[in-house]
């Protein structure tokens, strides 16, 4: 980093600067590890603790008696590999389905402007005015018994995953990149013959590959994390539909706070993963809505 | 439309030349076809899960439910009963003091967290890790954590407060509803550590694009550190921070999980960290007998209205940015 920012290298790098320097960096290495790994070193510790030493005062600082148990247990007892099943069918249903639709929708927006084009782009951001949880009784009537059709989807996936592709954002993020594509591009396409679902394979597709990227990561993080919605669709079968975030919560009752918190760890995991895999572009991707400065 | 259509005659050139061994349709209505026919997936799925929700709840907000099946109108019965209904306000006071607080702590906290960030030469991919983290955990898994902390018999916080001799709390259990209750202050608590990392990133992003001649300038001029804040840091990010707040008032008044599962879906002692949307959830699918989806939808009108002013707030915020640059 070499920008000038608020306060000059220079300073800092002279005498009392370096000092205080050292200090204020220091104090922030142990202060937010203590903040945000803190908790999250109880989160993985305090499985590993009996059910006795869980619930002692004071409390231990690791687990006197390591006891690997905890997790067998709340794994089986929670059906943690059905709610991680379910959770991962969801989310990457989901991605696919908006994947799918979005991406035509914002090619066929931004690239085939069909009549209407611009009255449709502008109802679907006209929703971003309204958050979907304002809609959850609406919207799960509406899931219930789907108009004309008359299907009833509460407890399928569909409930999940075709909600998902109702999002504006998505669409929005798609058209501006599509937009940016050069028409010629196309253009020589067309002439070569090519007809638009060939040139969105061949040509769009990879173009516009980080911009996918981003719309996956937050596709699937969303759905991931989603509480309220799938609570409502896929609660009380058995076996069970709920997602891994509803399914260990629904769980806490009667059961030994031990094993809550392995369990709560083990579905924290595959986030956490994802996150250091993925963190270059997930941290970059949450300027990409033009939030940039 | 069209003038728009007119402007893209030349590109329909091509095609033209194709569809003439096509057939009967004319060019232009099989162009059209080909695009609608890419947009009726999306199209579909915003129809039946956004457009028609929304008209329905506004609908649904005017019935009631008759015996028998079916819906008949009721005028503003159910705008009246909710109004009747002490809860509701409560809801509503309660939601207003989590904005508040949620702000107080949520937004300024990020702000000189990712100003420290962006002053620091070392470790800083590191502490950017960190402050995001959180984020990406499932809800339910940060928030029993957290009532795991806050238990009043065997919570690791009690037990701190006990090791410095404090007198101990219940934390989201304790009693009272002033209007800075120390129960909704424990649901605030979890909820800035949990998101607090996206703001944080949008601001450090923002402070990145600050030209430093700026500051260079202002240390000429003999501005001091507090100076520089003010009159470069401050005015160079007014707008992310405008959209961010907006963003935030809106995402904080439809307060859910946090207290949700924090109180086992309770919402706390006398209902003291119970929400708007968790009221709309309990009116809707929570209470015992007849389902009351009329006065749950009345009140997501309600709440719809208001975050709709905010959200507009948002796009008329970021409009002026997208004009800048």
Known sequence: MTTRTLISSATLNRGRGKVVYRVVLTLAIVGFTLVFIGPMYFLFTDGLKSTHEAIATPPTLYPHHVYPGSYAQAFDRLDIARLLWNSVYYAFGALAFQLTFDVAAAYSLSKLRPVFGNVIFFLMLATLMIPTTVLVVPQYVTVASLPIVHLNLIGTPEAIWLPSVANAFNIFLLKRFFDSIPADYLDAAQIDGASPLRILRSIVLPISRPIIGVVSIFGLVAVWKDFLWPLLVEYGYTPTRETLNVGIWQATYGTPQNLIIAASAMAAVPTIVFFLFFQRNIMGGLTAGGLRG | ?325
């Open chain 2, 1 to 325: 439309m069209a003038g728009v259509a007119t402007l893209r005659e030349p590109k329909a050139e091509p095609r033209a030349a194709q569809a003439g061994t096509a057939g009967r349709l004319g060019p232009k209505v099989r162009r059209n076809l080909s695009a609608h026919g890419f947009l009726i997936g999306a199209v579909l799925c915003f129809t039946f899960f956004s457009w028609y929700p929304i008209v329905r709840e506004v609908i649904m907000s005017f019935q009631k439910a008759v015996v028998g099946g079916g819906y008949a109108w009721a005028g503003w019965t159910n705008y009246v009963r909710i109004f009747r209904d002490p809860t509701f306000w409560l809801a509503w006071r309660n939601t207003l003091e989590f904005t508040v607080l949620a702000l107080v702590v949520g937004y300024a906290v990020p702000f000189f967290v990712a100003l420290l960030l962006n002053e620091l030469r070392h470790a800083r991919g590191y502490l950017r890790v960190l402050v995001y983290l959180p984020v990406m955990l499932p809800p339910a898994s940060a928030l029993l954590l957290f009532a795991y902390f806050y238990n009043p018999q065997y919570g690791l916080f009690d037990d701190i407060l006990r090791l410095v001799h404090l007198p101990t709390s219940q934390w989201v259990f304790q009693p009272g509803s002033g209007f800075i209750s120390v129960a909704m202050v424990s649901v605030v608590i979890a909820s800035t550590w949990m998101n607090m990392g996206g703001a944080t990133l949008i601001y450090l992003a923002a402070l990145q694009n600050i030209p430093g001649e700026l500051y260079e300038a202002a240390e000429l001029d003999g501005a001091g550190l507090w100076r520089r804040i003010r009159h470069v840091t401050i005015p160079q990010t007014r707008l992310i921070l405008l959209m961010l707040l907006m963003l935030q008032i809106v995402a904080t008044m439809q307060m859910f999980v946090e207290s949700f599962v924090l109180t086992n879906g309770g919402g706390g002692v006398g209902d003291n960290t119970l929400s708007v949307v968790m009221l709309i959830y309990q009116y809707a699918f929570a209470l015992s007998g007849a389902s009351n989806y009329n006065s749950a939808s009345a009140l997501g009108v309600m709440l719809m209205l208001v975050l709709a002013v905010f959200s507009f707030g948002f796009l008329w915020a970021t409009r002026e940015r997208a004009s800048q640059a």
